[in-house]
Structure formats: C-alpha cells, structure tokens
C-alpha cells in the first residue's frame, strides 16, 4: 500500500480499525460500547473521510489496500485483548514476533529486489525495530487491563508520528485538508481519553 500511498494517508485509511473493533467487542469480547466512545470513533472516522477524500487522489487500489490493512488490524486488536487477558504481555510480544516474522517472510520472495541499504536506511530500520518492539509491548500491557473498544480510539494519534516519518523520510507533507482530517482523527482520541478519566475519577468518588 505504501508503495503507491503516502505515509499520513495510508495510515489513515487504516483508522477504519477502531470502527470494527468498536462493532465487534460487544460480541467477540463481551464488552460494553459507551455512546462516547461510538462518538470518538465516528469522528475519527470522518476525519479519515477527509484524508482519503473519495474520488479524489488516492488511487482506488490504495484505497482497498488500506481497507484490508484496517481488517487485519482490528483482528489483531481483538486477538491481542483475547490473550492478553490471560497470558503476559511479554508472551504476546513473542509470539505475535515469530508469527509475524514467519508469514512475512513467505510473501518476501514475491517483493525482493536488489537493492542494499544505505546506512541512514539501516538506522531507520534498527530504531523500527527497536521502537516497534517497545511499543507493541505497552500495547500488549494496556489491553491486558482496558478493554478493546476504549483503547482503539487512541491508535488514531499514531497519524502524527505517521506524518512526521512521511516528512523525515520521504519528504511527503500533507496537503491543508489532510491536515485537517489529521487534527480531528487525533482529537478523537484524546477526547475519548477525557471523557474515559472524568467517568472513571467521577465513578470512584461517587
């Protein structure tokens, strides 16, 4: 996908995710799916409508790539809060790794090409590697004590690490009208993560 999308946009179209998991976790994982937690999600997901803007640049095929990554991640999140609620977060870690480096691995031979990485690419690929593994285990440790359809809203403030990568290291900036879908994704997710405070301090001191 990324071949043929910008960064900010294709990680974007991957915020249909939380909208899925939303939908699902009352089944799958017995949750219960506060109202205010449908409103952030339905926020987040026009500000996506606004970065991929329908009709407008983003080739069709990029589109239905971004789409089938948000099925694969909301997957992943409700298999990830599945296990996590009875195994260790380091055990997640692992796992989710080897599995992830065994079915890559196989599709690798259909995408090689020759080229070698610079030494600035390399550096990028180490803190990947690195900085992945660090957050997917506090990922593993929060949903280990938080439900799924709280958290997914948050991965909507992953757009803004998306974008300063794109501009680093590919020199892609975001036009003003994905800057503005940007701005509502992420404060989707840090409205949700007010209202979440004030219900839990109010529910305590009640």
């Not at 020759?114 to 990922?139: C, K, N």
Request: one cysteine or more.
């Amino acid at each position: 996908m990324l071949k043929i999308v910008p960064l900010a946009e294709g990680t974007a179209m991957n915020f249909c995710a939380p909208l899925i998991v939303l939908a699902t976790s009352p089944w799958l994982l017995k949750e219960k799916a506060n109202p205010s937690r449908w409103v952030a999600v339905a926020i987040g997901f026009c500000g996506m409508l606004i970065v991929i803007r329908p009709g407008g640049g983003i080739v069709p095929t990029g589109v239905m790539l971004g789409i089938a990554s948000a099925l694969v991640f909301a997957l992943v999140v409700v298999l990830t809060r599945k296990i996590n609620q009875s195994d260790h977060p380091l055990v997640t870690l692992f796992y989710g790794g080897v599995v992830g480096m065994v079915l890559s691995s196989l599709i690798v031979p259909f995408f090689w090409f020759s080229h070698m990485p610079s030494q600035r690419e390399w550096l990028i690929l180490a803190s990947t590697g690195v900085t992945s593994t660090i957050g997917h285990f506090f990922v593993n440790s929060a949903y280990k004590h938080a439900e799924a359809s709280l958290l997914a809203p948050f991965a909507y403030l992953q757009i803004i690490s998306a974008t300063t990568m794109g501009w680093i290291v590919f020199n892609q900036l975001p036009d003003s009208l994905t800057s503005l879908g940007i701005t509502v994704i992420c404060a989707s997710g840090m409205g949700i993560g007010y209202i979440e405070h004030r219900r839990t301090h109010l529910g305590r001191t009640g």
